[in-house]
């Protein structure tokens, strides 16, 4: 278990690129409702910021990435199994107003 560790950037993306990620299920049931495909949320954790870490997320820390594809804003979570050097992407979905600032970065305070 790696709980208290930051999410590793490089070792996600490598992993990534390496095809040592596995989608959840969670994860592929929105990308099918909310019209978003696997190659935007492949380039969000490649090429997007890490905007929130989770390091006490179990059993792997994991993190919320932005990203810009076709001009607009969208967010993907993903956790990092350091020690199988395998990620997993758990959800992605685009940021609304309700939850976001106008930069998709910033969480509204509640």
Known sequence: MDSGRSLNVSRLRSAIVAGRYEWRKHALERLAERGISQEWVLE????GELIEDYPEDTPHPG????????????????????????????????????????????????
């Open 63 to 110: 993190a919320l990435f932005l990203g810009w594809v076709q001009g607009r804003p969208l967010h993907v979570v993903a956790a990092m199994d350091d020690e199988n050097d395998w990620a997993y992407i758990i959800t992605t979905y685009k940021p609304d107003d309700e939850h976001f600032e106008p930069d998709s970065r910033t969480r509204r305070s509640r």
């Open 44 to 47: 969000v954790l490649d090429t």
